[in-house]
């Protein structure tokens, strides 16, 4: 779709396609390297798995963090009043879970990892201190938790591709193009 005055105050700013498509290359990344880690067994490469797994949290949460911030000072154009009421609040709801979970999860992460304990080195460049003590119960418990999170944040992410997908290929609208520019 080429971009029309009609159409333009429909995208996304270009610093907020930015943030999107950072986000979603990372989160690419490190779901399926968290699935990973779980399920080999112990070893060098299930430890890289880890480090890169919590480093790439720990920047996601910095990076959601400053997205939100920029999207609460630069709200994006409502949805066209074309797409049913339902699917609005369905993306409403679904962006609310990506964000809750993009920061949340890191702090549950961070928490779950102290409590083994664990250093959570990120990239080689620090570490992140502990914020609790040893409490190998409390992060199983949590790190249980994390991974049943990981799971809904998976589900909503598939729904999101899905669902863009859908108005790209089926409907045909610009959905899509808000965020493609």
Sequence with gaps: MT?????????????????????????LAMVPAG????NIGPGKLQNTLFDFHRST??????ITAARLAWRLSHPPAPLSSDIPMWQRTAARATHVLLY???????????????????????YGLFTLPPIIGPNRELSNTLFNVHQVIGIIFSIAVVIHIAAALHHRIVLKDDVMTRMTG
């Design 3 to 27: 971009v029309t005055a009609e159409t333009k105050g429909f995208v996304y700013t270009p610093t907020a396609r930015v943030f999107h498509w950072v986000t979603a290359i990372l989160v």
């Design 35 to 38: 699935i990973t880690m779980v």
């Design 57 to 62: 949290g720990v920047i996601l949460f910095v």
């Design 100 to 122: 809750a979970v993009l920061l949340g999860s890191p702090i549950l992460g961070w928490v779950a990892t102290s409590a083994y304990p664990a250093p959570i080195p990120v």
